[in-house]
């Protein structure tokens, strides 16, 4: 709830300052329209054209964060385009924010109606944007001022003569599309269940290439438009479009790639070997668990993959467990179906990391002398798979509550203490854990594997 | 584009020096007329951007699915006329691909580098031909840049282009005209994405260099973000090249639920791979049908009839059950989006070319081509294991064997390729002999094919199609 209020304030305060900057402006231009030049005004019309349609583009990363280097990158350009214009101070930057602020209000719109984001999100992302272009004018403007009047750049050895005002532009967007990255991580609510919000680093991690190809695509818009004039403005984004089309398909790929996954860990059902829903369950559980004890999401990543796959190992059996209910078998089979299923990753190149795993997901946690023995996937996926195995889709909170008990009686023997207590806060956020758990909540929670992973 | 040789073969090898030569003095030529019309060439660019080609095209090429955007070393052969002169598209493109990093035959590096020389050449003679401008540090207006510069650009990457295929053409076909005119109707539509791209990226390039007065900057403004483009791509293949890893690890499920089957994916997927070759199946048709053969009998995890140690002949209650294995494979497979294109060949590997197969008794050209691939490598490779009942066959007594059931069980075009492939190079693959396999009856066998045949209830899904098609073989996808 905390997270969520600050986030709120955040994006309120950046709300009520546009509003405040658009009417100031539009005050100030009312009283004195900038006198541009009919191409001066058809370059604006264009930057806002192609900044509304790149913002609409958007693509998705994975867990519900969007960019759209696109628009971030007409955006720059407009601004950097806007600096170099040297009207009054008050007047380009009036107009810059005028027109940044409809290009926006339309990207939202098409965005919205498209089935796109939440009203919250958009909000706050279309702010961010909002304030990160105008500081881009405003530092610009400030740069070109500071030079020296008549003060004319040399060109070195291989370098030509305007380069080091290219590479100040690019210094510049660069920095924005950072600080852009850095509010947009900043004011996103943490996901359920993390005691953190993914860090930074990891944030950036995912983005620099983004970021890097957009700030740089923003410094050549700018140029070209200085050289060859406005009407090719979206073609002069052709890197960023080559790269938001790499990003595009990154992120296919990775959806497909669960969907792979997931279809391998159904074998096993099919076959009758386990019940149905059990690997996905049991990934979505253990991704969960995994949440609350920091993991990274990288660790995440593989955790659901082991667990999607830890039963692999049942089709080798001649006789299906009944119920596929592993936890119920003896710990020397466990131990053989565990190893079973390390095997046939191991066999796999970059499976094999994970092979380790799954092949000790069965170990008992009194035996892990030295915790390096049994990743803490392992013990997390031991321990979801326990609970699936007890209770599965079964809507009763008695049951529920004695299949806990259950677990939490193998504690420090079979479980790994930490898991069990992040299982009960997991089980108890969630709400399946009182009588009033089997309302529409707890059902629609057990029916849905997927929600919040 | 692929300037990827042949091997040249014994009498060719004149042929190829001759054309190397023929190349190489037309390139020079050309070259010398660019720099008369318009002359001037400045060294100091040419030489970074040969460098930076050399780079580019010393980079490896990775497979086309993970290719996004143009490749960089024809983009800095354009861009270097006119920011080098008319001749430099000659030296950037000949020498490039002269002092390729990479272990090369001299000749295909010859060839290369001459061809590159010629197209670098060709396209300064036409930009200087219609009036592009080079090297000149006056100020233009934006017409001048896009008449000037753009539309010469627009039109000396056509001519390269068009230059590739022909001189590619001609040393493919020498002597076979038809080879050559499928190359050429082949290659040309895929320019059609590829042009617009690199012309756009080339003239970026050369106006931010030249009239935009940043010369080596402009190399990180518009090929950085290309390259990081590239690597992002190149970086996510690498991670996980997860359909590989996803068929592996299907592999390795079927193979831990069937002990005894282990290795006969892989050698059924292999000998497909030859046989498709010796057909001349397309490099898409080739993938799909190694996935489909290494996952054909994936669906034995879940139709697997339990092998009675008593009966030592076929059953009634095990046809029956075996017919489900391969709807069992698709159902297994069908959530797998990159697998879709192979999931007809593996629910129809066990049709007859007679119709009398199952699950749907399809009847000759009705199969899937792939699937009668499968059926001829599947049924070559039970033949050549040792079963109970009999010793391994060899080689020539197993295509003896195929070849009477050419017309009837299976399709005569795959096993007269089957016999060219196993003439070409003897099918010596590697057994793991297992002491008890010899119970368990072998569902591949032919003779259970045809006990299958024999027993099955006629017309439940036969399709009324003429069995008349079975009189008129034809080998699938051949192209000669």
Redesign the interface.
Known sequence: MRALSRTGAVTASLLVLTVVAVLVSLSWLARSVPDYTPIGWTTIAIYTLTFALGESMRVDFGSGRTVAPLGMAAGLAFALCMAQEMGPFESDGGVLLVFTVLATLVASFLTHRSGGERIESLLQQATTRIVIVLGTFAAYRALIMLRMPGENFR?GL??????VN??QM?LLTALATLCYFVLLWASRPRPRGAPRRTSLTDELSDVW?VG??TA??A??VA??DG???PFMIP??L???V??Q???Q??AE?RM??R??????G??TE???FTSPGHASRVAALSVRIGRVLGMSDRDLRDLETAAV?HD??Q??L?RPIPGGATSEVSALDQRRLAL?AG???A?????SRLALVVSRQSVPYRTVESLDQAPLAGRVIKVANAWDDLVGTDLDAGLRLRALGRIELGVGNEYDPAVVAALRQVLERRGLLHPAGTGRRARAAAADPDDGA | MSTRTHRPQGANATRTRLLIAALAVLALGAALLADRISPGLEL?PVI?LTGLAVVSVSLPTRGSRGH??PSLTPVLQIAAIPIGGAAAGMIVGGVSHLLIVRRQRLSSRLFNAAMHALMGAVCGLLYVGVGGMHGEAVVLT?VD??VRLGLPLVLAFLASALVNVAVLALRLGWDRPEARRAFVLSTLPGLRGQLP?SV??AF?FA???G????????A???L???A??????AQ?EA????QE??V???V???E??N?YSVGHASRVAELCRRLGAQLGLTAADRETLDYAALLHDIGL??ASP?PRRSATEVDLDYLAEITQHPA?GV???E????LAPALPAIRHHHERWDGRGYPNGLVGEQIPPLARIIAVADAFDSLTCSRSHRPPLSDGQACARLRERAGSHLDPGVVDALERVIAERPWAPTMLVRVDDGRVPDHDDPAVSDRYADWSPEGDDAPAGPPAASTQPVPTGEVD
């Open positions: 060109g291989l370098f030509g003569p305007d380069w290219a590479l690019v290439a890097a190809v740089v695509g410094v050549m140029l070209m050289l060859v004039g073609l002069y052709l890197p960023v080559l790269m089309a790499a990003v398909r990154q790929q497909a790639d969907r792979t996954l997931q279809a391998i159904r074998v099919v076959t009758g796959l692999i190992g089709v080798g001649s079973g095997g046939i990753l066999r796999t190149d970059d499976l | 100091g970074v996004i955007g934006s840049i896009l791209i756009l990226v970026l106006v931010l260099w009239p935009g007065q940043l010369e080596l900057f402009a990180v403004l518009v950085g973000p290309l990081v483009a590239h690597w992002t791509l996510d991670e996980r090249s997860s890893r996803t592996r690890t299907l390795a499920t079927f831990t639920a002990p995890i879940t339990s069992a159902a297994i497979l959530d797998i989006e990159f």
